[in-house]
């Protein structure tokens, strides 16, 4: 609880309403804020600060938008937990455990050690690629879409990884977030609507923020995007652009079937709806279904991702796009990441054609299985949504525990988690977590942070002491 608090402003020609969202990113960052904490009512922080009830609204508005609080309604606004790994802080002082104490699922990452067996070829590869006769053209100018060469090599890479969309171009760009934001900002006008899952990857409500587009969820269940309630928001709203994650999505980690896939397209052709499908986890999965592109290649863009498939420090992202659309997308890949990155496309490749790839995907398909495997063996019988090929898991807790409130806490007895808020694009209360098993070494110390986990969600004191 921290209602009584009440920021210092500064003067200056901030408007009230983001100098309050700053005061408050700050209150955080100093721990004078900890997670879990209740704001004061919008009328009371007015009252304290002599300005209208409707800038602090704008200003806990802004707050949610940055990813720093959430709004309940009935209950009030709450400070939302860091998925950084940083313990909290209060006064100077650390709150719970000391960072290397912390284990962290919250990130949906590939974990790398001096004992990954992949290790020795990817050093092989960069030794290789300094004595090559074509670094010094590598460490040149490139297109801003990637070399020609490049290029064609990524169309056959994504032939191999099943994701080739006939009547798309191939495009190298700096990641997957950048060819998200990319195609929103060749497709899209600053106030047009962008569709997605109701719960979906934090990186989309970040790209749309700051591109001024609007979020409009879009029903789920347990297998994924429901075609009805597609058609039901393309009606109610003018949409431009559908965001999907249809395999392994982020995340439940459900795979949406062939048929959705080809209603999904048909209603994108009925609306005149950009399809963006994100296939960042795609390959990992044995046998997924065919792009939802193959049914609508005219308006589908897809892309995937190195960092997701090999390691988080490879910025290097696969992008299809119609090719009615690759003069629009230049220029919008001019403006968001100048010109591309020859050396690291390279690298990338070269690691994707020699099975270096192949061989950490299989490995990946394995660990996960186990690990998946083990959290619901030590989770039962609560409800755990997940697939044996995914990163992640999605923990459905029991009442009253909210996300926001279960990850706090898990924080204190030192497991990281990413709350349901973090995913979500309604104002619905969800009363789960995102929990990763892949992103720490060792099994045993991912099965001590999950029984840490059931501990908590068993303790009816822990419940009692979150719950206000």
Known sequence: MNAEWTPSLRSGATPLYRAIADALSEAIDRGELRAGARLPTHRDLAGRLAVTVGTVSRAYAEAERRGLTRGEVGRGTFVLPSVTGAASTVGGAAVGPEPSAVVDLSQSLLAWSAASP????????????????????????????GSIEHRARAEQLLVDLGLRVDGTEAVITDGGQNAMAAVLAAT?????????????????????????????????????????????????????????????????????GRRRRRAVADIARRHDLVVLEDAVYSPLAEDPPPPIGRSAPERSFLFTSFSKLLAPGLRVGLLQTPSAWASRLRSALWATQGLGAGLLAELALRWAENGVMAAVIG????????????????????????????????????????????????????????????????????????????????????????????????????VSRWVV
């Open 118 to 145: 992949e290790l020795g070829e990817i050093r092989r590869g960069l030794a290789e690629l300094a004595a090559d006769a074509s670094l010094p053209e590598l460490l040149g100018a490139q297109s801003p879409l």
């Open 363 to 462: 490995r990946l398909r394995v660990e996960a299985s186990e690990r998946f495997q083990l959290a619901r063996e030590v989770m039962a019988p609560h409800r755990l949504a997940g697939h044996p090929c995914s990163y992640h898991v999605w923990l459905e807790l029991p009442e009253p525990w909210s996300g926001h409130r279960f990850a706090s806490a898990a924080r204190e007895v030192g497991v990281l988690v990413s709350p349901s808020d973090l995913f979500s694009v309604s104002r619905t209360q969800s009363h789960a977590v995102r929990v990763s098993l892949l992103g720490v070494g060792g099994t045993s110390e991912l099965e001590n942070a999950l029984r840490s986990l059931r501990l908590l969600i068993d303790q009816p004191a822990a």
């Open 188 to 256: 899209c006008r600053a106030g047009d609507i962008v569709l997605t899952e109701e719960l979906t990857f934090p990186g989309i409500k970040a790209v749309a923020s700051y591109q001024g587009l609007r979020l409009r969820p879009v029903a789920i269940d347990r297998e994924g995007l429901l075609p009805d309630a597609l058609a039901v928001a393309c009606r109610a709203e003018r949409a431009r652009v559908l965001y999907t994650i249809p395999t392994l999505h982020n995340p439940t980690s459900a795979v949406l």
